[in-house]
């Protein structure tokens, strides 16, 4: 297809296309005469996969250059391919907690993983935001919520399971790539908002229209 | 105690806790001479509140009066309560959907709510954040996500349930609604980060160093 088709097909906009391939992020089509080139399913579902980066991830430029660089290394297996693309998924953050509190927060990340038997590979940037969670709720002096640490991963590995294997259902490695980008923000998102939901439900049974009312404190 | 102490053990700075004063987010001091107010540990517990709103829930100064003049509404249960608080942790969105997608989304919330008996009183403005993630997958194809809402559903099911019997433990208004606040958006990021270990556990398991080779696509 010509680049006016890519832009109809994916939704993206020519001058956009261009400056995609200019940055590289985009390979380049099959030249058929010096000014026009052809452009192919791949390059659709790439720029999909752009699309799901800088949209859904809010990703940079230059990240998204760099995400599409590492799931490109060659001879990586699938599930590492994957796994690079999941770090790209892994908000900025500015650790608001000190050094040594991280540190013991760190430590109990891997016991966790280590109680729950869990494969994780090492460097794996979820560790680390973990931890940081973890020492900035003792911060605040939530010690209580740490106590649900185990709650929440019981809740997370049937789910991430289905995640994955949803995944790996996908036909090829773009969309597959997709889905891990995507889903893995949104389904976030999705299970944030369904948690909302599911807490009215519980403090409309724990306390509800009969609970204790609030005047005073 | 003096705002020098109130200082110390909030670890609010003085000219902070004056501007707060100011703003009225924290209720003015007993007077014992013309220029020095007395504050106590009601100060404290509203000092830590308006703090998990700012820092944590990274909300504006007007916008955390406007959540702290409406969980001090008279007369309100304290499940109305905590709910109002909650409201506050649901993030500023740019819904990137058109409306008929997201009326026959908010359908399916409803649908869903109703599926799971859950009590979910109108308005709340979670049925509103999932109808927009829904038609957001929709619009982006993919529809395999949409699968999994009713595992994603079971998955928070309990884990809001013990959340809930959390906040309800402690001993006061305002550190409940600091749990509310703290631990429902710490909480999100936890289980964000949990998720992404569980994903990696998972891949490993499906196709970790035995699986599909990832040259050419």
Redesign the interface.
């Known amino acids: 297809m010509r680049i006016a088709e890519l832009s109809e097909q994916s939704g993206v906009s020519v001058p956009t296309i261009k400056y995609y391939l200019r940055e590289g992020l985009l390979p380049q089509g099959r030249l058929t005469s010096p000014n026009q080139a052809q452009y192919d399913e791949?390059h659709l579902r790439r720029l999909?996969l752009i699309r799901?980066l800088v949209?859904?991830g809010e990703l940079s430029i230059a990240e998204t250059k760099d995400v599409l660089a590492s799931i490109e290394a060659?001879?990586?297996?699938?599930?590492?391919?994957?796994?690079k693309a999941?770090v790209a998924?892994?908000p900025q953050r500015m650790p608001?907690v000190d050094e040594e509190a991280l540190k013991e927060a760190a430590r109990e990340v891997e016991e966790l993983?280590a109680r729950?038997g869990?494969?994780?590979?090492r460097p794996?940037p979820?560790?680390q935001?973990?931890a940081e969670?973890?020492a900035?709720?003792r911060a605040?002096?939530?010690e209580?919520?740490l106590?649900?640490?185990d709650?929440?991963?019981?809740?997370?590995?049937?789910?991430?399971?289905?995640?994955?294997?949803?995944v790996?259902?996908?036909p090829?490695?773009?969309s597959m790539l997709?889905?891990v980008v995507?889903?893995?923000i949104?389904?976030?998102?999705?299970?944030?908002?369904?948690?909302?939901?599911?807490?009215?439900?519980?403090?409309?049974?724990?306390?509800?229209?009969g609970?204790?009312?609030?005047?005073g404190?």
């Open positions: 791949a999909k799901a949209d859904v060659p001879g990586q297996s699938l599930h590492e391919t994957l796994g999941q998924t892994i608001q993983i729950r869990w494969q994780v590979k794996n979820a560790r935001w973990l969670v973890i900035t709720l605040l002096g939530q209580d919520c106590a649900l640490v709650t929440y991963a019981d809740a997370v590995e049937g789910l991430a399971e289905a995640d994955v294997q949803m790996y259902r996908r090829d490695r773009d997709e889905g995507v889903g893995t949104l389904g976030d998102a999705m299970l944030a908002a369904l948690r909302r939901l599911a807490h009215a439900n519980a403090s409309a049974k724990a306390g509800g229209s609970g204790p009312s609030m005047q404190s």
